[in-house]
């Protein structure tokens, strides 16, 4: 008997921007996530900011009628989209208004209109560049003897997540590094010596990671049975991690259900907590005679 499929309803969602177009993709992932029936054929149009570029997208829209999401500051072009997509009797929406409009209200300030403008090549930019050069360089245990310049180091076992968690990490501006745990093997350096950085130890279920470990050899073609898949080795190596961390005080996520971004936003939260501690145990410290 044939297996039954759930229905899915496929629809065209068109993502109209003047900038890259991330924002509009990161919503349009996070509200489409919520409708398991629905599966969106995506068209995205991103740095539109003429008319000319802008007739080219309305082109496209006109021939697969959906919906239509934008994140445009010219007024000219706001109209022209706004006005094509009443013609055709399509639903359009600016993304960003509403919360642009709560900003504008509470703060009293004029919005400035500037295509683009969390992309701009500030400091913060350049913090996050340096933060990924860093974490692509402290990757897998490498170059342990500049671990204190880390602001978070996460130690874990073989597939633990650790490398894609301080990917997203640097993209936030965070230098991450990682250093794998391998049970009867001793570190490359002392983690008491580790003063700057957040240490973090990431584990796991042993089912959980004999699964994920069993798909990585079959993805290498690699059918030999041996103690990286063995049920009563990984949990040897768990608790051998384990006892590492809490030997060292550190504070341990279990990844086994998390994505790798609830992952990264526990670490993010715990960072963010112990800066506010050391701020206010700076704050607290008498002033030197």
């Known amino acids: 008997m044939l297996e039954k499929r759930p229905y899915r309803t496929y629809f065209h969602l068109h993502l109209v921007s003047d900038a890259t177009g991330e924002t509009l993709n990161a ?3 996070a509200t489409c996530a919520q409708f398991t029936g629905a599966q969106p054929i995506e068209h995205v ?3 539109v900011r003429s008319p000319r570029q802008l007739e080219r997208a309305l082109g496209e829209i006109e021939a697969s009628p959906g ?5 445009m500051v010219d007024d000219t072009l706001r109209e ?5 997509c009443r013609e055709l009797g399509m639903p359009c929406v600016s993304i960003l208004d ?3 409009n709560l900003l504008h209200n509470y703060l009293g300030t004029e919005v400035s209109h500037k295509a683009g ?4 090549m500030d400091a913060e930019y350049f913090r996050r560049i340096e933060a990924l050069n860093y974490t692509i360089a402290h990757d897998d245990g490498q170059n342990a003897e500049t671990l204190n310049e880390a602001d978070v180091v996460l130690l874990g076992v073989s597939r633990t997540s650790k490398t894609p968690t301080c990917m997203y990490l640097a993209n936030r501006g965070i230098k991450a590094a ?12 002392d983690l008491g010596d580790l003063k700057h950085p957040l240490v973090v130890g ?4 042993s089912n959980r990671l004999v699964q994920i470990r069993r798909n990585r050899l079959l993805s290498l073609k690699e059918e030999t049975e041996t103690d990286y898949v063995d049920t009563e080795e990984v949990k040897k190596e768990i608790v051998y991690a384990r006892r590492l961390y809490e030997t060292h005080d550190c504070p341990i996520i279990d990844v086994s259900r998390r994505s790798i971004e609830e992952t990264a936003a526990a670490i993010l939260n715990l960072y963010s907590r112990r800066q506010s501690d050391d701020t206010g145990s700076q704050q607290d410290m008498p002033e030197a005679s």
């Open 67 to 71: 919906v239509i999401l934008y994140t």
């Open 178 to 189: 990682n250093v794998p745990i391998v049970k009867e093997v001793p570190l490359q350096f």
């Open 80 to 84: 022209q989209l706004e006005e094509k």
């Open 202 to 205: 990431l584990t796991a279920s």
């Open 27 to 29: 919503v349009a992932k």
């Open 45 to 47: 149009y991103a740095l």
């Open 98 to 100: 509403p919360v642009l």
């Open 117 to 120: 403008s969390q992309h701009i």
